[in-house]
């Protein structure tokens, strides 16, 4: 079966300070990877996804994640956290015939002044 | 509009009632699902539908119903609702073009049961 570990429930970082949110899957085939972002009191919504077109993977906001199959990751990085980056992130991983996301437990981003 | 709708947005009920949750959306997809929400768990698959006709349970699925009454309606029902069941409630849609497509989240239903 499929599935995903975050790593770090919470990860603080400074404004302006390089943003890593750890995501580990399991996956006996090809996986589709994906971020999702949580703002408080909203709905999720999709930051980026992996489907084997690319390794690095950009997506918006200033997200990317790279996709590395030696070490079963795929962790989502900005250069430069704003404040408004403050939010749930979750992993998930698509299974094959795109029925069914798996999701991590999340990762909660705190951004200080 | 929003392409995904969930009503309603919050809901408070007691032990033992009958409650349900409504997902409408007009992205024309087929897909749709319902997930829970939990601190330090993250989102779990409770039901999903492939169309009107196909539904399918998730991991947690004990305790709950769905009612897929046409392509853009899903219905989520607790019977008898108990505390343990109180959490923020998702509604997604996927549409059918493989790796092209991913799934779209409504706002939510946060539930709290007393």
């Known amino acids: 079966a499929q599935s995903v570990t975050q790593l770090g429930s919470h990860v603080s970082v400074s404004e302006g300070a390089l943003v890593l949110l750890r995501c580990n899957y399991s996956?006996?085939?090809?996986?589709?990877l994906f971020w999702y972002v949580q703002y408080p009191n909203q709905g999720l919504q999709l930051l980026l996804k992996?489907?084997?077109?690319?390794?690095l993977v950009k997506g918006i906001n200033g997200f990317e994640a790279e996709f590395k199959k030696s070490e079963t990751s795929f962790h989502l990085t900005k250069p430069s956290a704003h404040m408004s980056d403050a939010a749930e992130y979750f992993c998930?991983?698509?299974?094959?015939?795109?029925?069914?996301?798996?999701f991590g437990t999340g990762t909660r981003l705190l951004v200080s002044p | 509009d929003a392409d995904v709708t969930q009503t309603p947005r919050n809901r408070i009920t007691k032990t033992g009632k009958r409650i349900m949750l409504e997902c409408s959306q007009t992205k024309g997809h087929d897909r749709m699902y319902w997930y829970r929400q939990d601190p330090g768990l993250g989102l779990r698959l409770i039901y999903y539908?492939?169309?009107?006709?196909?539904?399918n349970k998730g991991e947690i699925s004990d305790g709950y119903s769905v009612s897929r009454q046409a392509q853009a309606k899903f219905s989520l029902s607790l019977e008898s609702a108990i505390p343990n069941q109180t959490a923020l409630y998702f509604c997604?849609?996927?549409?059918?073009?493989?790796?092209?497509?991913?799934?779209?989240f409504g706002p939510g239903t946060r539930l709290t049961v007393l």
């Open positions: 539908s492939f169309d009107v006709k196909d539904i």
């Open positions: 998930a991983v698509e299974n094959t015939g795109f029925q069914k996301l798996v």
């Open positions: 992996y489907t084997s077109a690319a390794t």
């Open positions: 997604a849609t996927r549409g059918t073009s493989g790796s092209t497509d991913t799934q779209y």
């Open positions: 996956s006996s085939v090809p996986p589709y």
